[in-house]
C-alpha cells in the first residue's frame, strides 16, 4: 500500500502541475486499491458541499448506472453509509445492508440489484477537517475489512481529499478564465451604456468628460476586487462595485459589518458585477427610476453542530418587465460555481414579473468571514 499511496501521490502532483482533470486519476486508484482488495469493490466519492450531494460518484467495479445512481442525492445520514460518513467524519461499518436501519429502502433496492452486502465507508477528509468526499469498499459478509486494511485505506482517503480539493480549486480557476472572456465581451457594451447614460444627463463636454471619468475609474476598481486577493468588509465592496451606478439610480445597501476572507472577496465581486451588469443591461438599473436593494443578515442554524446562515439578498423593482430567461445563462452558471468554491455557498435567482431577485446563502464559516458574529434574526 506504501508502494501505491507514493504512486498516486506522484501522479496526482503531476495531474496538478499541468492542470489536468482529476476524476481520470480518482477512477485509476479506485482500480488500484481495489486489485490490492481480492473480492471487493472500491468507489471514490467527491462532494459538493453546498448542495450536499456526490457530484462525481466513480466504482470501476460496477456498472455506470450505479455510481450515476449516488450522484445528485441529497446527503442527510438517513440513506446511506457514504453521506453518514461524510457527515460525522466517521469511518462507517456495515455488516450487512439488507438489514441496517441506516440505509433507506431505495438503497438496499440498489444494493441488492447488484448483488452487494456490506461495506466501509470512510470519509476523506483535509488537514484543515474539510469533507471532500469519501472512500468505500464494498466486501463479501464473510470476509469483513481487518483493522490493519482500513487503517491503510484511511491513508487513500487523505490523498483522495487532496485530489478532490483540487478539483473545486481547477473549477474556480475555469470559472475566472471563463469570466475575463465574458467579460471582455460585455465591456464595450458597459462603457457605450454607461457613456449613453452620462450624456443624457450631463449634455456638456466639460461635465460629461469629468462624470464619465469618474465612472470609468470607479468601474475599474470594481474588476479590481474580482481578481483581488486582499480582505475588504461587506458594506466597502458593495459601495465600490455598485458605485458607477450611484448617482443615477436609487441603491439601498445595507447589513451587518462583516470581513470577507479574500476568496469569498474574488467570488462575491464576480457575482456582484455580473448582476450589477446584467440589472444596467436588462433590469432596474437600466431605465430611469430604478431601485436596488441589497441587504445581508446573519441566520442562527437550528441543527445541532451546524454553522449561522449567512443571507444577501439582491432585490430590484421599478425598472422594466423581466421575462425569464429561455435557458440558463453564463452568468447564472459563473455565479453559482464561484460562491460554491469560494465558501460553499448557493445562489437563487427569480425573474418575478416586477423585478429580478437573487439570494445567496452559505454556511458562516472561515471561508467566508474572518471574524465571528453575531447571530441574528433575517427582516
Given at each position: ?18 492542470g489536468a482533470p ?230 439601498s445597501i445595507s ?114 468571514c474572518n471574524e ?8
Amino acid at each position: 500500500m506504501h508502494q501505491l499511496l507514493e504512486h498516486f501521490l506522484n501522479r496526482a502532483l503531476d495531474v496538478m502541475s499541468l492542470g489536468a482533470p482529476p476524476v481520470p486519476l480518482l477512477r485509476e486508484l479506485a482500480s488500484a486499491v481495489q486489485d490490492l482488495l481480492p473480492g471487493c469493490l472500491v468507489g471514490i466519492n467527491v462532494l459538493d458541499k453546498p448542495r450536499r450531494t456526490f457530484r462525481h460518484s466513480i466504482f470501476p467495479g460496477l456498472p455506470e448506472e450505479f455510481a450515476r445512481r449516488l450522484e445528485g442525492n441529497v446527503i442527510d445520514g438517513k440513506r446511506g453509509s457514504c453521506g453518514l460518513g461524510v457527515l460525522t467524519g466517521k469511518v462507517i461499518n456495515v455488516a450487512d445492508v439488507a438489514s441496517d436501519e441506516r440505509f433507506s429502502k431505495e438503497w438496499k433496492a440498489l444494493f441488492a440489484q447488484y448483488q452487494l452486502a456490506s461495506l466501509v465507508s470512510i470519509p476523506a477528509i483535509t488537514s484543515n477537517g474539510d469533507a471532500q468526499g469519501s472512500v468505500a469498499v464494498i466486501h463479501p459478509k464473510s470476509t469483513p475489512l481487518q483493522p490493519e486494511q482500513i487503517e491503510s485505506i484511511k491513508s487513500v482517503a487523505e490523498l483522495c481529499a487532496k485530489i478532490c480539493a483540487y478539483s473545486r480549486t481547477l473549477e474556480t480557476n475555469q470559472i475566472l478564465l471563463g469570466e475575463l472572456e465574458h467579460r471582455i465581451r460585455n465591456l464595450y457594451l458597459t462603457v457605450g451604456g454607461v457613456a449613453n447614460l452620462t450624456i443624457k444627463s450631463y449634455p456638456t463636454p466639460s461635465e460629461f468628460r469629468k462624470v464619465f471619468s469618474d465612472r470609468l475609474n470607479m468601474m475599474h476598481r470594481a474588476h479590481s476586487f474580482a481578481l483581488g486577493r486582499n480582505t475588504i468588509g461587506l458594506s466597502q465592496l458593495m459601495e465600490e462595485m455598485l458605485a458607477p451606478y450611484s448617482k443615477d439610480y436609487q441603491i439601498s445597501i445595507s447589513g451587518p459589518d462583516i470581513t470577507l476572507a479574500p476568496d469569498a472577496a474574488c467570488a462575491l465581486a464576480l457575482a456582484v458585477h455580473e448582476l450589477g451588469t446584467n440589472a444596467s443591461k436588462y433590469g432596474a438599473l437600466s431605465s430611469s427610476g430604478g431601485v436596488l436593494t441589497v441587504r445581508w443578515n446573519i441566520l442562527s442554524n437550528s441543527e445541532l453542530g451546524s454553522l449561522p446562515i449567512f443571507i444577501l439578498k439582491w432585490e430590484e423593482s421599478r425598472g422594466p418587465l423581466v421575462i425569464p430567461p429561455s435557458r440558463k445563462g453564463y452568468g447564472t452558471s459563473m455565479i453559482g460555481g464561484a460562491l460554491r468554491n469560494a465558501f460553499d455557498g448557493g445562489a437563487i435567482f427569480t425573474f418575478d414579473p416586477c423585478g429580478f431577485t437573487c439570494e445567496i446563502t452559505a454556511p458562516l464559516s472561515s471561508s467566508l468571514c474572518n471574524e465571528a458574529i453575531n447571530t441574528t434574526t433575517l427582516v
